[in-house]
Structures are given as structure tokens and as C-alpha cells.
């Protein structure tokens, strides 16, 4: 092998080990422009994140929203018990009213690492506060220009496109976010209620996925947005969620939404282990005979449950 591609690849290999979307957002960021060469080394070797996150004076939104996605709860659980208070409360404040949706994003996904009781509340007023507007005010019947956003479309919690530099990150608060970024917020908020395995989320989740139509909840008419609630219910390792996935599939018995009933079907399946049929009648019976949760699949079985169903809804 060529001496000079040996070189290239050791150069860029931190880099690819850090991820390719933790690295594109390291390079787009408004500090890569300001230090360079200084960004690229804490790429490489980041920073501490509970340094990062109680720095004085405050770092940057783009710092803290990397710092978010590295903090583990093992991380959180090493600091006195004062750093603790002080995460939490910014934890709190970044998820639910932080001016960036970056930074949101983060701090929501870091609240979905941490097994707190508190956790499932502040990810409920997440959810419903993921229009970035403050508390009480009434948003603009129409969308002032300024306040765009590239629209490629979102996928269950795919992000929006970010281009150029974040003019959300020099705002002082909140001034509401584009209907793109706010779907990605309730979509994060929802997969990282999924991970508690809390009952209270599971009532939450039912109710976005659309089980119990009655119990409407805000922003639960997004397609992306119910799509994120049925893989949510389908971690939930609870009676609860086999009951409101059924209800799902019961409910769109005649929906023409394929992937929302092919959603609903694998999660009975990987909460039950039974290779029943889409068919409300038969998981009524599993229901009726009383649930049984199946243990937690290896991923490899994961992986080839999901090709064999993926074969059997083409057929």
C-alpha cells in the first residue's frame, strides 16, 4: 500500500471514529470557524463533558450540545452531589427551553441515558413545548420569513438539514422553531420516553401513536411524530405497551399506511415473541389469554427478525 495513503488514512481515522454525524457537526459549527485547529483536537480528544457543561462563563450552544451527547449516567452519577443538582437543573432548562434546537435535542438525549424518575416529566414537557415558543405566548398564525428552515423532510426523528451558520443559537430565548425542527424534538423526546421503561410513558406514548383516540394529544397528527411514538411503545418492556400497540393496529385496521401498521406489527412481535399474523383478532386472543413479555432479543436476533419481516410485508 502507497506510503501516502497510509498516512491519509491514519489522519482521518480519529475522525471517523468519532462519528460521522458528531464530526459534520463539529466542522459546520460556529466554533470550527473561530478555532480550527483547537475544535479538531477536542474531536479528537473531547473534553471532559461535566467541565464542559459547568464551565464559567458558558460555552457555546454547539460545546453543549456535544457535551449533552457524551454524558453518560455513569459520568453524571461520579460528580459531587451539588454538580449533580446544578446538571440537573440545566438538563431541565436545555431540554424543555434552551433557544437552540441543537442543544435541546441533546440535553433530551441525554435525559433518555439517565434512570431518574424525575426524567419521564421533563421529557413529557419536552414534548409539549418542542414549538420553542415560551410558556403562555401564542404563536404567529404565519411564519415570518427570517424564521426558515431548509425543509428535506423528516423521517421518525431524522434531523432537519443545517446549513451555513444557526441564527437560533444567538437568541437570548425562545422565539419559536420551523415545524421541521420541532417535529425532530417531539420525535427525540418520544424515543428517549421509550428508553425509561416507565408506565407513565407508556400512557404518554399510547396516546401519541393514536391508541385511544379519544386522549389526543398536540402534535400527534404528524405522521413522523406517531411513527416515533410505535417504535417507542415497541423498547417499552411493559404489559401496557402490548395493549396500546394493539390498539393501534386495531384502530388502522383499513389504514392504506403501511409502515405504521408494519411499525405496530413488529413491536407486538419483539414485546411477545409471537410470530402471529397483522391480524387484530389473533393478537386480541394473546391478549385476552394474558401478555407475556418476551426476553430482550440479542441484536443479531434483532437483526433477523426485522429481514424476515421486512420479506414478509413485500411479499
Not at 459547568?54 to 452519577?77: I, M, Y
Not at 411564519?143 to 437570548?172: E, F, K, Q
Request: proline share 9%; hydrophobic share 40%; charged share 20%.
Amino acid at each position: 500500500m502507497p506510503r501516502w495513503t497510509i498516512l491519509g488514512i491514519g489522519g482521518i481515522w480519529p475522525l471517523l471514529s468519532a462519528g460521522c454525524a458528531h464530526t459534520w457537526d463539529a466542522l459546520t459549527s460556529q466554533r470550527f470557524r473561530d478555532a480550527p485547529f483547537a475544535t479538531l483536537r477536542h474531536l479528537i480528544q473531547p473534553e471532559d463533558s461535566v467541565a464542559v457543561l459547568l464551565a464559567d462563563p458558558p460555552r457555546s450552544g454547539d460545546e453543549r450540545a456535544s457535551a449533552w451527547q457524551r454524558l453518560s449516567a455513569e459520568r453524571f452519577h461520579q460528580c459531587a452531589p451539588e454538580q449533580q443538582v446544578q446538571l440537573w437543573h440545566m438538563l431541565q432548562h436545555d431540554a424543555t427551553r434552551e433557544a437552540s434546537p441543537w442543544v435541546r435535542l441533546s440535553a433530551i438525549q441525554a435525559l433518555g441515558r439517565l434512570p431518574d424518575p424525575r426524567t419521564v416529566g421533563v421529557l413529557i414537557t419536552a414534548y409539549h413545548q418542542a414549538d420553542g415558543y415560551p410558556e403562555g405566548y401564542l404563536p404567529p398564525t404565519t411564519a415570518s420569513p427570517h424564521n426558515s428552515a431548509v425543509n428535506t423532510g423528516t423521517s421518525a426523528g431524522r434531523l432537519p438539514t443545517r446549513v451555513g451558520h444557526d441564527p437560533l443559537l444567538a437568541l437570548s430565548g425562545p422565539r419559536g422553531f420551523p415545524p421541521e425542527w420541532s417535529n425532530a424534538i417531539r420525535c427525540r423526546a418520544l424515543e428517549a420516553l421509550g428508553q425509561t421503561q416507565s408506565v407513565e410513558a407508556v400512557r404518554f406514548l399510547a396516546a401519541v401513536a393514536g391508541a385511544y383516540p379519544d386522549n389526543a394529544v398536540p402534535g400527534a397528527d404528524e405522521r413522523d411524530v406517531r411513527l416515533a411514538a410505535i417504535r417507542a411503545l415497541s423498547r417499552c418492556r411493559q404489559p401496557e405497551a402490548v395493549e396500546a400497540l394493539f390498539q393501534v393496529l386495531k384502530n388502522n385496521t383499513h389504514s392504506t399506511d403501511t409502515a405504521l401498521l408494519h411499525r405496530t406489527h413488529e413491536g407486538l412481535v419483539r414485546l411477545t415473541g409471537r410470530d402471529l399474523p397483522p391480524d387484530p383478532q389473533s393478537w386480541q386472543e394473546v391478549l385476552q389469554a394474558g401478555v407475556t413479555l418476551a426476553p430482550e432479543p440479542a441484536w443479531w436476533e434483532e437483526a433477523a427478525d426485522k429481514v424476515v419481516q421486512a420479506v414478509r410485508w413485500l411479499r
